[in-house]
């Protein structure tokens, strides 16, 4: 079965400072697909940003950007310049694709971030 | 373009009621789901529809039932709650292959007494 671990369940970084959440994940699967989500105090899941596993470069997203490590099942996210708007939980999440079509992701426990002014 | 709503915001039930949650999406997706978000335990997959008129149990489906009553929308019933049930929902879409990401409601808080 999948699973997603995030070993940091809580992580405060300096205003302006860069951060990097961890999180991996178990799979036999070689394409899938993985996801950070951002959880304001709003409640309001927002994506952040997306890898696909066949993709061997990193992607990013203005400030954010991820360590794709396939082999070593590693998807670490890390936020440059941290924002007092970054203060949020974080989940980390996996795709898996069916052969009937379907789709389950598998979320992580989350990281509670924490942008200190 | 509203994307993803929920209905109700929060409620309060008492143990063994009963009560729908309602989840709309107006972006034509095929794919939508229900999640329960818990402390310390990320979101889990209650049940999920791969397409208007099917539906599929997920990771924690007890004390739960669902209806695809059409392409845009999804309900999550509990018949009889628990205070085991009380909890953070959310409802989600996704449209076909080609295009993976899962789009978020804003959630229902349930407080079952």
């Known amino acids: 079965a999948q699973t997603v671990t995030q070993s940091q369940p809580e992580m405060s970084v300096q205003e302006a400072e860069t951060v990097t959440l961890s999180c991996t994940y178990d799979?036999?699967?070689?394409?899938?697909?993985l996801f950070w989500y951002k959880q304001p105090p709003s409640r309001q899941m927002i994506l952040v940003i997306r890898q696909e596993a066949y993709k061997q470069q990193n992607a990013t997203e203005n400030r954010f950007s991820v360590n794709f490590q396939k082999a070593a099942k590693s998807f670490s996210l890390k936020i440059s310049d941290s924002q007092l708007g970054d203060t949020a939980m974080y989940f980390c999440?996996?795709?898996?694709?069916?052969?009937?079509?379907?789709?389950?992701?598998?979320f992580g426990t989350g990281t509670r971030l924490k942008v200190l002014a | 373009n509203a994307g993803v709503t929920q209905t109700p915001k929060f409620q309060v039930l008492k143990t063994g009621q009963s009560m729908t949650l309602q989840c709309a999406q107006d972006m034509n997706h095929n794919s939508m789901y229900w999640y329960r978000q818990d402390p310390g335990m990320g979101l889990r997959l209650i049940y999920y529809s791969a397409s208007e008129g099917t539906t599929d149990k997920g990771e924690v489906p007890n004390g739960y039932n669902v209806s695809r009553l059409n392409k845009r929308e999804f309900s999550l019933r509990l018949e009889s709650a628990a205070p085991s049930q009380t909890s953070v929902y959310f409802c989600a879409s996704k449209r076909d292959r080609g295009q993976e990401t899962q789009y978020f409601g804003p959630g229902t808080r349930l407080l079952v007494l």
């Open positions: 999440a996996f795709m898996k694709t069916f052969t009937s079509g379907t789709y389950k992701y598998i």
């Open positions: 799979t036999s699967e070689s394409n899938y697909y």
